[in-house]
């Protein structure tokens, strides 16, 4: 019986009760690694396992970048140029992320393209991709000029009942902050 693993089955096994009980259906361990451990063949190129490590690492010097650049005061031309430094690295991160890793989508990229043209430093999808959210950083005079971009080239374009509520909702202005502290 030692070499048995027992198949749990029902709401019983989920509470752990009779999870330990030997019967016809046990596994034993031979046939359950010749069943489920054995070696088979995989494509990796669908992983991208190459192309996703780089966006990775690349990412990861983005980041300390970014990071340095919120320690440092602003060179010459004060904030507009850092803010355009930091904007270059969410540019250069929502490509990595349309194009290396390819986590992005359609209707992403075009919400940070409509941002960029329209007097966005800087663009970039947020969270883990494949849909949801952008993030930009964008001056105080051209977060009329982004609203009103968007409204007219994108959501009145793919959304055409979209309500003002509704379109309300869709965008959310906020002023940076220092974030969560302890």
Known sequence: MEDTIPVVR???SL???N???HN???VSVPDLEKRYMTKFPIRTKNFMLRQRALHVFSEAIRVSMFKALLKTSPEKGGNQTLLQQLGDLM?????SCRDVYDCSC??????CTIARRAGAFGSRLTGAGWGGC????VPKDKVDDIRQAWEKGYYRVKFLDISDE??????ITSKPGHGSMM
Do not use: M, S
Request: hydrophobic share 35%; proline share 3%; net charge negative.
């Open 10 to 12: 029902g709401i019983d």
């Open 166 to 171: 509704k379109l309300a909702e869709a965008v």
């Open 91 to 95: 540019n250069q991160t929502q490509d």
């Open 19 to 21: 999870a330990l009980k």
């Open 134 to 137: 952008t993030v930009h950083v």
């Open 106 to 111: 359609p209707e992403l990229d075009e919400l």
């Open 24 to 26: 016809e259906d046990d």
């Open 15 to 17: 509470y752990g009760f």
